[in-house]
């Protein structure tokens, strides 16, 4: 094989596993940070802690996942257990951008 196979073989991969992944991993560090020197303050235990026993749709951006109509069942350091349908998830607190609470 010439060398323009291997170029076409190897640099997506290349691109793929040195460039993109890396970026997505340290994206969230990078985020928390620049909060941290804005002032903004990352969602404390203790607010969601309130929320406990209730129900509440909870959504981590627009890239992520949203949980509608789930019920907190325990928060336990930077982790919440949440229940809908019999059906349990674990979320982590620092990937949470709203919680929005059902009466």
Sequence with gaps: MNAGTYIAI????FIV??????TNR???FVVRKLKKRRGERVMSNE????CRGKVCTIS?????????KVEIVEVVDN??????????DIVNIDFIQSIKIHD
């Design 60 to 68: 981590t951006g627009s890239l992520g996942t949203s949980y509608s």
């Design 26 to 28: 340290r994206h969230m």
């Design 79 to 88: 982790w919440i257990k949440i229940q809908s349908k019999g059906k349990r």
């Design 17 to 22: 596993l040195f460039v993109i992944l890396p």
């Design 10 to 13: 190897y640099l997506p991969i």
């Design 47 to 50: 607010l969601i802690k309130a």
